[in-house]
């Protein structure tokens, strides 16, 4: 064997490990362009279903339907159920996840318009942040990424900006607050989710959280009287649910998990930021809802913001773990 044959092996396993390491991170930069994209139709699918069933109703229907579909799957092909130490990890995650941040932010809209619910939800980034550094005390701020956030915010808030005096209507208010806490909620259950990726699989995990979350949602929805007979529901109202399910749960929240296990929680968690533009466009296209001046600035601002939050995760981030994700 030639002398230079050995180093030139290892040369090549190294470029071949580097490929593979871009293409995984290409991936799950496009997965987080699919959540971005389709999250933000959601709003306006929940906007019709809600005018044929109560908010919980709908969102309950919707993940007990959808998680149904992973545990099948998972019940069916893998032969895989949840072990006994299990049981409450998937209990209190689909309470926090799906209950309260899922099933408010559905709530929201009932008080104030889909487009506003995804400014509030926006704020979930920020929440993401401050968590993990003041609380899992799990990275290093930077200061590009806190430029990056603050503009994407700031964004968001102009390109919405003609609705903020609506705030003062009480039923307002009180879509604001669910769709707060909604966002909040959200923050814990993505930083949460990340750390649970390395002990269970992160999608026979979610398929079980919406499926015990359906039920939780229904029954609420049924004990409080805010409940429809199945049958009283017409065509539109199921086209809605099945758009929430198959788009909204199967879909974008498969490559949600995609991408939470290859890139840091903070940088997926942009998605909120193009969600709410995606939002008023599609009212934009569909409703015949008015393209302002205030709508193309925010939309002008959010995505640069967003492109300096992606750039300044491109080198390594340090975690309390001692794990570095890139």
Known sequence: MAKNT???IKKSLNEDRLKRKKSKRASALFAVGVVSILWGTTWMASKIGIKYMPALQLSGLRHLIGGGMYVLYFALFKKMVPQKHQFFQIAWMSILMFVLSNGLSVLSVVYMPSGLGAVVGAI???WVVLFSVFV????KIKPQTIIGIVMG??????????????????DFA???IFGVISSITWALGTLFTAKQTKDMDPYFALGWQMFVSGIILNTISFASGNFVNYASIPAEGWSSIAYLVIIGSVIAFGAYIYALKRLPATLVSIHSYINPIVAILIGTILMNEALTVYIFTGTIVTLVGVYIVKNSFKRKIKITTGKSLS
């Open 153 to 170: 915010f700031l964004g968001v808030i102009i390109t919405f900006s003609e609705f903020l005096g609506a705030i003062r209507d009480s």
């Open 6 to 8: 050995i180093p030139n």
């Open 136 to 139: 899992f005390k799990r990275i």
């Open 124 to 126: 979930a980034p920020i």
């Open 174 to 176: 009180l879509g604001i």
